[in-house]
């Protein structure tokens, strides 16, 4: 087997490179350090052994011998093996001494370059390392070492002369005796400087000023430290998006919570995937299996969840079934995963919830009178729509298509919830799974649903609602989060 050496990019999950979310998806063991994303182990499979060799400054570390030996020895049993590693392997990551060692045992390795922070953190800033006119080049420089100490390798007074943009990577504990060597080698105290703390995150934060005056703001590690005139320039991108900085909760059931999670994190949000609801097959299955063998006795199939519509459509067999039933879909994004099966909804509701597809329902009713409803569900739901269909005439079968349970809570996940802002809710089980599991009192601050059951169930529990979605899907939500910090 193989050591892959994966550059894990410098913090953004979306920054890892093809390759190296390939190998990762074949890890039997991935060693990764502290500034590797928490996400990005995600992508190996469930059984992978994940090992921490992080090295915190001031606090407990792996020697690098221990972590070329834990290399090897994995190497040597015949495991596949992810050394997940920040930025690049080769840039300041000690990849060549972990690929030596690799090399002195004869154990087959890869190394998977990932994006170095010397350039990603600053365009994350907006600050570009070279400009036409006015840097022409750049110099990526180390600051681990102490430039106090006479025996340092790096060349300060030189890294001035040269002109252009300088770079330091891991410089932030060191950044006034490196400024000020600069400032000895030449450099004007008034150059433009900067530096990014967390580059690339959510939390990252770029402090401004100049050669000077930069120690003076105390940036903390991990920071990137920008000297040179490109350093002035402010092309603000990333820390503009709308929800930047927030700390997200989501509540969603897998897969679902990660299609939410992305989407916020698109907007800049650091998103908590903690799932307060899971899907199981219903108790009686059997009534499910024969609903759909005998679907075409129907005169219309009403599906409530995109949960509902994947349940529903492993028990048919024929997609031809349908072609006499009418389908209604209770939102855009039920709508949406019948059209992943090629089925287009007859019927979706202007507004998404039981009382608008009942009403939609009986303002559909042919010229025969009501018809014959199957309705594939959750076990337990509310009754709003087969009971109001029943009483205006409508013969209904109500069908379990799946049972909602509370998942074992991550106690990872469960740790930073004090450090959250925000918790989104999409369903009325979310809501009372998350409190069952963890307590009124645990909710953060700003408590935000898909629409008004779900507050209704949130307030009953003593929560106060903050933002409620207008439109409610999940993009709706969205933009609900969105419009309320704006304001």
């Avoid at 500034?35 to 990005?40: P, R």
């Avoid at 079934?321 to 209770?330: E, K, R, T, Y």
């Amino acid at each position: 087997m193989t050591v892959y050496l994966v550059g894990a990019g410098p913090g953004d999950p979306a920054l890892l490179t093809l390759r190296g979310a390939e190998v990762l998806a074949g890890a039997d063991v991935v060693v990764y350090d502290r500034l590797s994303v928490a996400s990005l182990l995600d992508l190996a499979p469930a059984h992978a052994e994940r090992i921490s060799v992080g090295k915190q400054p001031g606090g407990p570390r792996t020697s690098q011998e221990d972590i070329n030996a834990l290399l090897v020895a994995r190497g040597r049993a015949g495991q596949q093996v992810v050394r997940l590693k920040g930025g690049d392997p080769f840039v300041f990551a000690r990849g060549g001494e972990e690929a030596a060692a690799l090399a002195a045992a004869g154990i087959a390795f890869e190394v998977v370059p990932g994006i170095t922070s010397a350039v990603a953190v600053p365009a994350y800033a907006g600050i570009p390392v070279t400009m036409r006119y006015s840097s022409t080049s750049f110099t990526v420089v180390t600051g681990h070492e102490d430039p106090a100490k006479g025996e340092a390798s790096v060349n300060w007074e030189a890294v001035a002369a040269l002109g252009g943009t300088v770079v330091v990577l891991m410089g932030a504990a060191r950044c006034r005796a490196i400024c000020e060597r600069i400032i000895a080698g030449g450099m004007a105290p008034d150059t433009p400087a900067a530096a990014v703390q967390w580059g690339t995150r959510p939390n990252q934060r770029t402090l401004r000023a100049t050669l000077a005056t930069l120690a003076d703001l105390d940036p903390q590690p991990p920071a990137t430290i920008v000297i040179g005139e490109v350093a002035a320039a402010d092309l603000a991108w990333f820390e503009n998006r709308p929800l930047f900085g927030r700390c997200i909760v989501v509540t969603r059931a897998q897969p679902q919570a990660t299609a939410l999670a992305a989407k916020l994190r698109q907007r800049g949000a650091e998103a908590i995937e903690m799932p307060a609801i899971a899907f199981e097959p219903p108790e009686d299955l059997d009534r499910l299996v024969q609903a759909a063998a005998q679907v075409g006795r129907y005169d219309w199939v009403v599906f409530t969840s995109p949960t509902g519509v994947a349940r529903f459509f492993e028990q048919l067999r024929d997609a031809r079934s349908l072609g006499g039933v009418q389908v209604a879909a209770i939102g855009p994004g039920t709508a949406a995963a019948l059209a992943e099966r090629s089925v287009v909804a007859d019927l979706v509701p202007e507004q998404y919830v039981a009382e608008a597809l009942l009403e939609a329902l009986s303002q559909g009713i042919g010229p025969d009178g009501p018809g014959r409803a199957l309705i594939p569900r959750a076990e337990t739901a509310r009754d709003v729509l087969p009971d109001g269909l029943a009483a205006a005439g409508w013969e209904v079968d109500v069908v379990p298509a799946y049972r909602t349970v509370a998942p074992v809570p991550d106690p990872d996940a469960a740790a930073l919830l004090d450090n959250a802002e925000v918790i989104t809710f999409t369903s009325s089980s979310t809501v009372t799974n998350f409190v069952d599991t963890f307590g009124a009192d645990a909710v953060p601050a700003v408590v935000a649903t898909i629409g008004p059951i779900t507050s209704a169930t949130a307030r009953n529990l003593g929560l106060e609602v903050a933002v409620e979605a207008s439109e409610h899907t999940i993009d709706g939500l969205i933009a609900a989060l969105e419009a309320f910090f704006a304001s």
